[in-house]
């Protein structure tokens, strides 16, 4: 099957997924804890195809297109600045800091399991 249009499949239930989730958890003024579960899940989840060397077709699916819509860097990025803007200094110094340190670790956690399976 054609790279692009699995890029594509993936991406577009990538997106509804994160639509979803993000959706469920986030309630309104609070701390963006959808946008920081679905980079989670993403990060742990993209290491874990890395860890598993998928390659061609299926990482194009899951890797590229799914995991590419699923997580969020922009959004992230948003969400702290509406945090600092409104003067949530303790929310946006844990966010940032979760959600780069969390990730990372996550990340390397799915990497690791990846390998060993």
Do not use: D
């Not at 699995?6 to 959808?34: D, E, T, V, W």
């Not at 803007?85 to 929310?91: A, F, G, T």
């Not at 780069?100 to 690791?112: F, H, K, N, V």
């Amino acid at each position: 099957m054609n790279g692009i249009l699995l890029i594509s499949m993936g991406g577009f239930f990538g997106a509804i997924s994160r639509f979803a989730i993000s959706k469920k958890l986030q309630h309104s003024n609070s701390y963006p804890m959808g946008t920081l579960t679905v980079n989670f899940v993403g990060a742990f989840l993209l290491g874990l195809a890395v860890g598993l060397q998928l390659q061609g077709s299926l990482f194009s699916l899951v890797g590229i297109g799914f995991m590419g819509a699923f997580t969020t860097f922009s959004t992230l990025m948003l969400e702290a600045v509406k945090l600092n803007k409104e003067k949530k200094k303790k929310w946006y110094y844990s966010y940032l800091l979760g959600s780069y340190g969390g990730g990372i670790i996550l990340a390397y956690s799915g990497l690791l399991l990846g390998k060993g399976l």
